[in-house]
């Protein structure tokens, strides 16, 4: 089992920019492929990217391919998700997830372990 714990949301302006950190303490951190979701107030929680155990694939939603960088440090049992030019539109509560299957897949069921989620906020 791993836990998950992220940080580093607040409040940014559009065009701003955020790092959100999630470490992982438990089993093996490289064991599991990493992902990282949002959630909107009243819609449903979508996926915003994954990155493979040892980093060598990524993998983005359309939405925020080309603004939006993950990556991992397996040393340090923690994945990173740094946003740049944000808008309104990316206002959510942002989730990192283990996917101990190591799936591949962009589906919020098939991740194992969750985060509590961090609050990323904004303005126009």
């Known amino acids: 089992q791993v836990h998950l714990v992220e940080s580093g949301g607040g409040l940014v302006q559009a065009g701003g920019s955020l790092r959100l950190s999630c470490a992982a303490s438990?089993?093996?951190?490289?064991?599991?492929?990493m992902g990282w979701f949002r959630q909107a107030s009243g819609k449903e929680r979508e996926f915003v990217g994954r990155i493979s155990r040892y980093g060598g694939s990524i993998y983005y939603a359309d939405s925020v391919k080309g603004r939006f960088t993950i990556s991992r440090d397996n040393a340090k049992n923690t994945v990173y998700l740094q946003m740049d030019s944000l808008k309104p539109e990316d206002t959510a509560v942002y989730y990192c997830?283990?996917?101990?299957?190591?799936?591949?897949?962009?589906?919020?069921?098939?991740?194992?372990?969750w985060g509590q989620g961090t609050q990323v906020t904004v303005s126009s």
């Open positions: 997830a283990a996917d101990r299957e190591n799936r591949g897949t962009n589906v919020v069921a098939a991740y194992d372990y």
């Open positions: 438990g089993r093996s951190f490289s064991d599991y492929t």
